[in-house]
């Protein structure tokens, strides 16, 4: 029984210690950034580095999420999903940031960008509506709470009736006297 128990453990230290480190795995994701990087200043998209980000990206938050780091990677996955149009990827990466890291200091962005997508891209306007109300209300004086409560304001308005609204405003600012 404990020679089971002794290969059971020896089994167990073998395996933990094939899997990398945070900083081993930090390591490579740095490196695929980089990579990432250079091919874009050559006007080459690297879709295949992409999809190896996003992965390494996934598993470390998957390996260590408690880490420092994990927010942040899962910052810059959301904002590749969203710019890839895979607003679904982002919204759930957006709101597994501001729910599971709410000390994070980008939580409210991760929150405010959940909201502009639910408005701009899935036109889902009750989601967003719920959502930026939820930011005013957590993140009253951050530099984003302004620019929530326009979208709240602008909520399901066309282009057009913004700027009609937006010349009504300059014409009543220019027809009242000056104080």
Known sequence: MARHLFIAFLSLV???????????????ITKLETELKES???NIADTTKVK????QYA?????FPTDSLTPGYLMKSA??????????SAIHVYDRVYTQFPTYAK????????????????????KAKKLYEEY????PNTSLSRSA?????NLGKTPEQIMAELDSMKQANAASPAQ
Not at 52 to 55: D, E
Not at 59 to 63: G, I, K, R, T
Not at 136 to 139: E, R, S, V
């Open 40 to 42: 874009s200043k050559k």
């Open 136 to 139: 005013i209300a957590k993140y």
């Open 107 to 126: 939580a409210d962005v991760a929150l405010f960008s959940e909201a502009f997508i639910y408005n701009n891209e899935k036109h889902n306007m009750p």
């Open 14 to 28: 073998l395996l933990s210690s094939c899997s990398p480190s945070p900083t081993q795995r930090a390591a490579e």
């Open 149 to 153: 409560a326009m979208e709240l304001h």
């Open 79 to 88: 904002k590749f999903f969203d710019y890839l149009l895979l607003t679904d």
């Open 59 to 63: 598993l470390y938050a998957q390996a």
């Open 52 to 55: 190896q980000l996003l992965q």
